[in-house]
């Protein structure tokens, strides 16, 4: 096995996630197989408990684990499902160890940094190595050199390195030049600074990348090597790209970084094939068409909360030679102004998920704007709980059907606490959470967006649509066109009677990449050009 970690300097928000991600890109159009992992230094267990606002949003995998947005670049820049073994906080590691001592497994001994947590970290690295088929797997570390949180994560890597043999690693270093307008000039500095807190630590870096909104010059390449003890060719440039994150790999590969690489860990491979993916960003970049489509929700203000419904969209929009401009709306806004005011005139209208009370009539709203104006709607879980209520309470007459979790006590409903929920008390990993199957109703939307009888999605709530309403509402023209079989449970409603009007309960966007757009957001961008086509 070989291995890369991926670490930053000077400040974090680098893009060192797209990085690893790039890099993996270029590697498996090589021919290798490849998978990622993220090391987060934080004390939280998961992600699944911080707010959006601080944390941007969270991604499920298939086996349920709540992760960072990062694992959301590797699944859509390579072609690997990742699982819990692929992310990995401290408060795992300090949660596994102290489980440990209170079981007696340390036989008596003092539990220590060094050797039980960082054998904590490595263990992982191991685990992920022996269930993993491929050749490469890269590791993206959190946060920055000299942060006191990460230094143990840095601590493991170095000793891992050493186990596994130095040249089966490769380090490489993300860091910042910045450019000093009054001086009219990049300052190499904070790079400098920022390798020589990595080589104090025993890592030395194999290759430097540096983010820079300008083109780096052949004097301040060769000024970092000599001071960072790499050679000229192992420092490359990550330019602002101009127009999507998918032109980072062909960035990247300017420098010939994956030649570098794959040279530093003895691996003999052609060139990376990349004509699928510049076709791709051809795509992205100069589509024929344009749409605009409203999201509607309440972490609006944080482009992060979101990420990866604005990645399908633009997934989507290359499918259908379209670009897809994002009319972001606040859901409290329109709770105060009303939907037509501030949505308008738009070619579709997507309601994600969220948690809590906030902005819901907003939202509620938007769902009664989009189905009496006719505008193409997706709800995306709490966008279908919504989608539920709002034609409970005008078209079947339930004026104060709503969820138990913004009403207890509504006399209708319509979605209502899992049974398996109550009596939870713990918030973290306590969700429906993960993949499960639907089986898909012949003859309707759902089935000719997807063109099969039945499709495994990746879940995170813990509200569902009340069975108990269903026969109120399926009479009233609400279609239920998928159901979980072995819970019962509704996964997708949609509307007949409405040119595109579909909801469901699962996440499609954490099912979208390149190249592989999800149907859903695919149907919804289609159904939005047609409806531009006739306004």
């Given at each position: 096995m070989k291995y890369i970690f991926v670490t930053g300097g000077v400040v974090s928000s680098l893009g060192k996630g797209l990085a690893a991600a790039s890099i993996g890109t270029l590697l498996e159009r090589c021919g290798l197989k490849v998978t990622l992992?993220?090391?987060?230094?934080?004390?939280?267990?998961?992600?699944?408990?911080?707010?959006?606002?601080?944390?941007?949003?969270?991604?499920v995998l298939n086996d349920g684990a709540e992760t960072d947005l990062d694992l959301g670049h590797y699944e859509r820049f390579v072609h690997c499902s990742l699982s819990r073994l692929n992310n990995l906080t401290s408060g795992q590691v300090f949660e596994s160890v102290l489980r440990k001592e209170r079981r007696g497994d340390y036989l008596g001994k003092t539990v220590q940094y060094i050797p039980h947590v960082t054998d904590e970290i490595k263990n992982r690295l191991y685990e992920v190595t022996e269930k993993s088929d491929v050749d490469i797997i890269i590791t993206e570390i959190g946060g920055t050199v000299g942060d006191m949180e990460g230094h143990i994560f840095l601590e493991a890597l170095r000793q891992f390195a050493l186990e596994v043999g130095r040249d089966n690693v490769c380090f490489i270093h993300v860091t910042l030049l910045p450019y000093i307008k009054a001086a009219g000039e990049m300052k190499t500095k904070p790079t400098q600074q920022s390798v020589a807190k990595l080589r104090e630590i025993g890592?030395?870096?194999?290759?430097?990348?540096?983010?820079?909104?300008?083109?780096?010059?052949?004097?301040?390449?060769?000024?970092?090597?000599?001071?960072?003890?790499?050679?000229a060719k192992n420092v490359i440039a990550f330019?602002?790209?101009?127009?999507?994150?998918?032109?980072?790999?062909?960035?990247?590969?300017?420098?010939?970084?994956?030649?570098?690489?794959?040279?530093?860990?003895?691996?003999?491979?052609?060139?990376?094939?990349?004509?699928d993916w510049q076709r791709y960003v051809g795509r992205v970049i100069s589509p024929s068409h344009?749409?605009?489509?409203?999201?509607?929700?309440?972490?609006?203000?944080?482009?992060?909360?979101?990420k990866s419904i604005y990645e399908s969209f633009?997934?989507?929009?290359?499918?259908?030679?379209?670009?897809?401009?994002?009319?972001?709306?606040?859901?409290?806004?329109?709770?105060?102004?009303?939907?037509?005011?501030?949505?308008?005139?738009?070619?579709?209208?997507?309601?994600?998920?969220?948690?809590?009370?906030?902005?819901?009539?907003?939202?509620?709203?938007?769902?009664?704007?989009?189905?009496?104006k006719g505008i193409p709607f997706l709800g995306i879980c709490l966008g279908m709980q919504v989608a539920v209520i709002e034609y409970a309470r005008h078209i079947c007459g339930m004026d104060d059907a709503n969820s138990t979790e913004f009403d207890q006590k509504s006399t209708h409903p319509v979605i209502s606490l899992q049974?398996?929920?109550?009596?939870?008390?713990?918030?973290?990993?306590?969700?429906?959470?993960?993949?499960?199957?639907?089986?898909?109703?012949?003859?309707?939307?759902?089935?000719?967006?997807y063109g099969k009888d039945s499709v495994t999605e990746r879940?995170?709530?813990?509200?569902?649509?009340?069975?108990?309403?269903?026969?109120?509402?399926?009479?009233?023209?609400?279609?239920?066109?998928?159901?979980?079989?072995?819970?019962?449970?509704v996964e997708v409603v949609e509307l007949p009677s409405h040119p595109f009007f579909?909801?469901?309960?699962?996440?499609?966007?954490?099912?979208?990449?390149?190249?592989?757009?999800?149907?859903l957001f695919s149907g919804l961008v289609s159904a939005a050009l047609e409806h531009k086509s006739h306004s």
């Open positions: 992992q993220k090391f987060d230094p934080y004390l939280n267990v998961d992600p699944g408990t911080m707010s959006p606002f601080q944390h941007g949003e969270v991604y890592i030395q870096p194999d290759v430097i990348i540096c983010r820079t909104e300008y083109d780096m010059s052949e004097d301040e390449r060769r000024k970092i090597a000599m001071f960072c003890n790499v050679e330019r602002d790209v101009k127009n999507t994150i998918y032109e980072c790999p062909l960035d990247l590969s300017q420098d010939k970084i994956d030649r570098i690489v794959t040279k530093r860990l003895g691996l003999d491979v052609p060139a990376p094939n990349l004509a344009s749409i605009k489509i409203a999201v509607v929700g309440k972490y609006i203000a944080l482009q992060d909360a979101y633009t997934h989507a929009g290359a499918e259908n030679d379209a670009r897809v401009e994002i009319l972001r709306i606040d859901a409290e806004e329109i709770e105060e102004k009303g939907a037509e005011a501030l949505i308008g005139s738009v070619d579709g209208i997507l309601v994600p998920g969220g948690f809590g009370d906030r902005g819901i009539e907003g939202k509620i709203q938007t769902v009664e704007y989009a189905r009496t049974e398996e929920q109550k009596g939870i008390k713990a918030m973290g990993a306590t969700m429906r959470l993960g993949a499960y199957k639907a089986l898909i109703q012949p003859g309707t939307l759902a089935h000719k967006l879940h995170r709530h813990r509200y569902e649509f009340n069975p108990a309403y269903r026969g109120e509402l399926e009479n009233a023209g609400l279609v239920i066109s998928a159901v979980n079989d072995e819970h019962g449970l579909i909801a469901c309960q699962y996440h499609p966007e954490f099912q979208s990449a390149p190249n592989r757009a999800h149907p």
